[in-house]
């Protein structure tokens, strides 16, 4: 710092030091808000970070339960080979689960869709399946008297309408539920479902008939190696596995990244969690300035004396600056021990019924970065006005405040300023998980705070440019908004963007609701039907022709494969961005002869129908130039254990929204010639269908093709709107931390300028000014202010969502009018309210004892 003003040696620091304790004896007055932001800042960044790597430690410390084993190694429509099996099975202990959807139906034909997993004799081979009434499960699950046992999800049994001890059909297999499923160990790794659990042996699977060729079934084999084993000895599994076995296709696991997309989720949600805590703490950083500011004036005469008596600037900015990080300390301090217990606060409230494996302790890594963000949000925002207080004479210290024109600090001060930024912002993208998110956050920060300045300036030109009303009250609330020391800056400041990002929120949450579920009946089917085998493809659409007389049916073949290369290249390590998706995992694939409904060519041509040359493929357009592919690249994909090299031939657009039957990579029929595949099929019922014609449709579907799944669209949609609703309750209440923030600084705002209207409301009412009038005229001022900042909060938020919702999600915006408002009429109310608070008070004083301090 020396460096940049005329700072004494280390005696003269000391002495800095030795003042600023002492004027700290009169304790926090003007600083509550200062200390209350930070504080609100660092502990929200502290307790989500901590949160977070809580959950981050339980899925590395409970891997091998969530995984089932050391190592999985998954395939689609088939099972491993003997040769895969022995590899396997030669190295550890092998358990083989089977995962798939089926339909559960019981004697009276009520039907509910299942997601069935059978087990052998080995599982689990980590962690504990828990059941209601307890037992070994081989017991559980064995056939006796003419019945398969099963173990069920209790929502399972309540959609049948069955307890313990009920019997049920599984395709041609009679179930009989012996226990309720508790705990499910294995449960992350699988995923999530679309309905509830269902456990049945391998036997009770082989026996329903549910495995036909091409049937959409997941075969997992856990290897749980000899104990003792290594990560080295893990990997040197998965290793040797790929050698021998390069075509298989199949997806491999192991304990140090059991479920590495859950953990991909948590790391993108922290994320986020925490750049909404630094808007608090940037939010916060105006609050700091105003509280620095107003300290600053209110030492006006302590810093005059000082100066008085020989006193440099540079002594004046070291005893002020060395006050305000020891007060940013105490706020950082604070903060810390909030977001300290929030760990053990969530485990307390919500240990019990946490999906993740979590305990809660103290991470000082996160600890340390939260301090470190509010100590040099402090140090930024207090720089300015401390460093404008260093070339003030005593002259102007002593006179009236509203005399002095703005200045800019000398350039030592604004290099400092310069670099403090500099060490913020460096910070900020050496923690982030995303560097490429937290950048485009801090371009938006800085846009953002320079766009409100402009607002409130703007305000502020148009208020001195109106012509005089009569009103008196009027003509002092417009000279109030652009007079020297106005409150229009801050205000703006504090409230305007926490402001857009509630509507923000608003409106990005009605657009996703609304995609679900408005639109629902005019565009969505009502059923899909998978697993429909090849053999019954014309029974069951003929079943449904007969049963749903003008209803609109698709039905297409489909098979699960792997994208494992493109353009010649793996995609172990394929520069994918947004669309990672798409090579991670199995996808769904299709064959055509004909352009699929709705779609459009955007380059390429589509393929002949009676095409019989060499494979090719559709692939979806913006995926695709995602993934930097052209016409003419080639594509890799691995189904049922073989190889599939494709060229591209065209791109086409997929209207995903429509929720129909959409496939990114529609291939030549020609391309799956003679392999095994089943259908998938779509109904959508007129829309005034009533659910008991959907309900019989549903049983008697289930009654005739038993091995036939039936997925309602509406209550896959309130599943995923459940677990939308859950997401959108988290970021509202972490982003309400912004809004609070927001109102303190507004607060703190509004307490700084009721120091300055004093003495206007004493002169008023000296006048003859009665209190209503003097009342009146701050209401209007604070409304006008208020309006102005809720009108910029709702168009900046609505832009900021149209923005996220339609080029980022990829969903048609919705505005909700009475939503974006409501946010606009709660900024403006509050304005208004704290406004009249301190006014109220002020007006009452009695014009004598305050004129007596002029």
Not at 124 to 133: R, S
Not at 384 to 394: C, E, G, I, N, S
Request: charged share 15%; proline share 5%.
């Amino acid at each position: 710092m020396s460096a940049f003003v005329d700072a004494p040696r280390a005696p003269g620091l000391l002495l800095s030091l030795k003042l600023a304790l002492r004027e700290l004896r009169n304790g926090l007055s003007g600083f509550r808000i200062f200390v209350a932001c930070l504080a609100l800042g660092v502990a929200s960044i502290a307790g989500v970070g901590s949160i977070a790597q809580g959950l981050q430690d339980g899925l590395e410390r409970e891997g091998r339960a969530i995984l089932g084993g050391d190592a999985a190694f998954s395939l689609v429509h088939r099972e491993a080979s003997p040769d895969e099996y022995g590899l396997l099975a030669s190295r550890g202990t092998v358990s083989t689960v089977a995962t798939l959807r089926a339909m559960a139906r019981t004697a009276e034909g009520t039907a509910a869709l299942s997601e069935l997993k059978a087990v052998d004799g080995a599982y689990p081979l980590a962690g504990k399946l828990v059941t209601d009434p307890g037992g070994d499960l081989s017991g559980l699950l064995a056939s006796r008297d003419g019945a398969f046992g099963a173990v069920a999800d209790p929502t399972l049994l309540g959609r049948l309408g069955i307890t313990t001890g009920g019997r049920l059909q599984l395709g041609t297999a009679t179930i009989e539920v012996r226990a309720a499923l508790v705990t499910e160990p294995d449960a992350l790794s699988d995923g999530i479902g679309l309905g509830p659990r269902l456990i049945v042996s391998r036997e009770a699977l082989m026996a329903s008939g549910l495995i036909q060729p091409g049937s959409l079934v997941r075969w997992s084999y856990r290897v749980a190696l000899p104990n003792g084993a290594s990560n080295a000895d893990v990997i040197k599994l998965t290793e040797d596995a790929k050698t021998a076995f390069p075509d298989a296709g199949w997806r491999i696991q192991t304990r140090d990244k059991a479920s590495d997309r859950l953990e991909q989720n948590i790391g993108r949600f922290t994320q986020f969690l925490t750049l909404v805590g630094l808007t608090a703490l940037l939010v916060g950083g105006v609050g700091v300035a105003n509280s620095v500011a107003a300290y600053v004036e209110k030492r006006r005469e302590s810093i005059a004396v000082l100066k008085a008596l020989g006193a440099p600037g540079s002594r004046i900015f070291q005893i002020y600056l060395a006050q305000i990080l020891m007060i940013a300390g105490l706020g950082v301090a604070a903060g810390l021990l909030l977001g300290a217990a929030m760990p053990f606060l969530v485990q307390w409230l919500a240990g019990a019924i946490l999906p993740l494996p979590f305990e809660a302790q103290l991470q000082p890594q996160q600890l340390a970065m939260a301090a470190l963000f509010g100590m040099l949000i402090a140090f930024v925002f207090a720089l300015w006005p401390l460093a404008r207080a260093h070339d003030m004479p005593v002259t102007a210290l002593f006179r009236d405040h509203l005399s002095e024109k703005p200045s800019w600090p000398r350039i030592g001060y604004l290099v400092l300023i310069a670099l403090a930024l500099g060490a913020l912002v460096a910070v900020m993208v050496v923690t982030a998980a995303d560097k490429k998110v937290a950048l485009i956050f801090l371009g938006a920060a800085v846009a953002i705070f320079a766009l409100l300045r402009v607002v409130a300036t703007g305000i502020m030109a148009i208020a001195r440019r109106l012509p005089r009303p009569r009103s008196a009250e009027l003509r002092l609330a417009l000279a109030n908004i652009h007079r020297p020391g106005a409150l229009t800056p801050s205000v703006v400041l504090s409230l305007g963007l926490g402001l857009a990002l509630l509507v923000a929120l608003t409106l990005i949450d009605s657009s996703i609701r609304n995609q679900l579920t408005a639109n629902l009946p005019e565009r969505a089917p009502t059923f899909f039907f998978i697993d429909i085998p090849n053999s019954e493809a014309q029974d069951f659409n003929a079943f449904l022709q007969m049963n749903a007389p003008g209803a609109t049916i698709e039905q297409v073949p489909m098979l699960r494969g792997r994208v494992t290369g493109l353009k010649g290249q793996s995609t172990e390590n394929y520069p994918a961005g947004d669309a990672a998706w798409v090579l991670r995992g199995d996808r769904g694939l299709t064959f055509s002869a004909t352009l699929p409904k709705d779609s459009v060519i955007t380059g390429g041509t589509w393929w002949p129908a009676d095409y019989t040359g060499e494979n090719l493929v559709s692939f979806e357009n913006k995926l695709g130039a995602e993934l930097d592919l052209k016409v003419g690249d080639m594509i890799s994909v691995n189904v049922l254990g073989r190889q599939i090299n494709a060229k591209i031939a065209n791109f086409r657009t997929v209207e995903w929204e429509n929720l129909g039957i959409n496939f990114v990579m529609v291939f030549s029929p020609n391309t799956f010639a003679g392999a095994p595949y089943q259908f998938l099929a779509t109904l959508t019922l007129p829309d005034d269908t009533g659910a008991e014609t959907e309900t019989n449709l549903l049983k008697a579907s289930a009654g005739r093709f038993p091995s036939v799944s039936a997925v309602r669209v509406k209550d896959a949609l309130e599943t995923i709107g459940d677990l939308v609703g859950k997401l959108s309750l988290a970021i509202r209440v972490a982003s309400g931390i912004t809004l609070v923030a927001s109102v303190l600084v507004l607060a703190g705002a509004l307490a700084a300028g009721h120091r300055y209207r004093v003495y206007d409301a004493m002169i008023l009412k000296t006048l003859g000014a009665t209190r209503r009038r003097i009342v009146g005229a701050f209401a209007l001022e604070y409304l006008l202010i208020g309006l102005a900042t809720a009108v910029f909060g709702l168009i900046a938020g609505t832009i900021s969502a149209w923005v996220v919702v339609v080029q980022v999600m990829d969903v048609p915006f919705s505005f909700d009018g009475p939503g974006a408002a409501s946010a606009a009429l709660f900024a403006l109310g509050l304005t208004i309210v704290l406004g009249l608070i301190g006014t109220w008070r002020l007006v009452g004083l009695k014009p004598a004892s305050v004129l007596r301090e002029l």
